[in-house]
């Protein structure tokens, strides 16, 4: 297959390159907070707005990726897919709102102990925002249009910094004015969305009746919601369980670990965020989609792999200058954390290959095993190991979720399994007519 620099290339770099100016911007933040809160108020600011993004995950019944798989192969129109995800968002909200009104009242306690009720009923507010912004996002990614999705992930930090550094610095609010700047971004976020989405939505063609619609983006969707909420779970777990076991001021610590080796993930994103509508696109060809996913995949696991072995000499360096003394521990938690969030962004690409076959039930089952190996790890070793342990358990859920996802790749696409891994002829064919070009 001769990969040429198409638009599916041009998306990529385009999007990699603006999701690094945001993640500068988050960082400047990150930076920001952990100074002006301290270890304490970092965490507990970080616990706050788990809530929203918690009740997200947990409800969001998959519409999102719905959206992309259905609209990139002209399925579903955009206009009535943003429909239903009004009708939608709205009966979630409601749910959710009850939900965490109740988690408040009657789990407060033990999902977020030492972290004060006002905090949590502010970030609350923020869920309906936050739910309707990731369905309406999902509609300009499921039509390719990387260019105005793009600039949303650039203001939308933006936004943030400046709501929450204003508000911190003039009404001297400190973690309450960081939870209501971050409810301010989003609802702002949500209001560029929909104007940016205004030309899509005078289209007067219907592809099909609402209630067929309905039904074909929920049977889709709830099978990538399992997979996503367990897959939340394995992401933020650690977190929940770090301030179960220690206090906030470990957990704020061991935040800012995860914040850097996250950072890592901005390749693979940029790839995951044009990749999942061009395979699901190519449903008719099969060739082409057997090609292009190990190619992807082995640049996304090289890339990353390069950037964290800069991370791991410059850590301690960084950390110190950046966010000061009192986060020095948060070195070794990231080097810890390293091989995973390499394996993390490498079964990124597998697992949207594995979506776009119209399998994300895979994912689920994946997703399912890996949170128990992630739970009882972290149980065991946080005890034990306190933060350090936490970054053991994750990579060690990471990279099973890799292998995991290797295996299932493979007898899904009938390539063989070190296809997504070796470095090939092809590989430096295309590095070469990169360069010319």
């Not at 994946?366 to 972290?378: E, F, Q, S």
Request: contains cysteine.
């Amino acid at each position: 297959m001769d990969f040429k620099l198409t638009n599916l290339s041009r998306n990529i770099i385009f999007t990699f390159f603006r999701q690094l100016i945001s993640i500068v911007i988050s960082l400047g933040l990150s930076v920001f907070l952990a100074r002006t809160l301290g270890p304490e108020g970092n965490g507990l600011y970080a616990l706050a707005i788990l809530l929203p993004t918690l009740l997200t995950s947990f409800l969001n019944l998959g519409i999102a990726p719905a959206n992309v798989y259905f609209i990139s192969r002209n399925e579903i129109s955009l206009k009535d897919a943003f429909y239903l995800n009004l009708l939608l968002s709205g009966m979630i909200s409601l749910l959710g709102l009850f939900s965490g009104i109740l988690i408040i009242f009657f789990l407060g306690d033990y999902l977020f102990p030492k972290v004060p009720n006002l905090l949590l009923w502010v970030s609350l507010i923020v869920f309906p925002v936050s739910l309707i912004q990731s369905f309406s996002l999902s509609l300009l990614q499921g039509i390719q249009d990387f260019d105005r999705f793009n600039k949303i992930l650039i203001i939308t930090p933006i936004i943030n910094f400046i709501f929450i550094l204003v508000i911190i610095w003039l009404l001297k609010l400190n973690v309450l004015g960081a939870v209501i700047g971050y409810g301010l971004s989003q609802i702002s976020s949500l209001f560029l969305t929909i104007y940016f989405l205004r030309p899509y939505l005078a289209d007067k063609d219907s592809v099909m009746a609402l209630k067929e619609q309905t039904k074909k983006s929920l049977s889709y969707g709830w099978k990538a919601h399992l997979s996503n909420i367990l897959a939340f779970l394995n992401y933020r777990l650690d977190i929940f369980l770090v301030n179960f076991f220690l206090d906030p001021v470990a957990t704020g610590i061991y935040v800012i670990a995860v914040q850097i080796a996250e950072r890592l993930w901005i390749f693979s994103g940029a790839v995951s965020t044009v990749l999942l509508p061009r395979l699901s696109e190519l449903h008719e060809d099969e060739i082409k989609r057997r090609a292009l996913t190990p190619i992807i995949a082995r640049w996304v696991l090289l890339v990353t792999f390069l950037f964290s072995i800069f991370i791991a000499f410059t850590s301690e360096f960084f950390i110190k200058i950046l966010f000061g003394e009192e986060y020095f521990k948060a070195s070794l938690v990231l080097l810890l954390l390293l091989p995973g969030i390499v394996c993390g962004s490498f079964s990124r690409i597998l697992a949207n290959d594995l979506a776009a076959r119209g399998k994300p039930e895979l994912n689920m089952y994946t997703a399912l095993i890996i949170v128990t190996v992630n739970a009882i790890a972290n149980i065991i070793l946080i005890p034990r190991l306190g933060i350090n342990g936490a970054a053991v358990a994750t990579t060690l859920s990471y990279s099973s979720n890799t292998m995991t996802k290797l295996y299932l790749y493979s007898k899904c696409s009938q390539n063989k399994w070190w296809k997504p891994i070796v470095i090939g002829r092809e590989d430096f064919a295309l590095i070469k007519r990169v360069l010319q070009r």
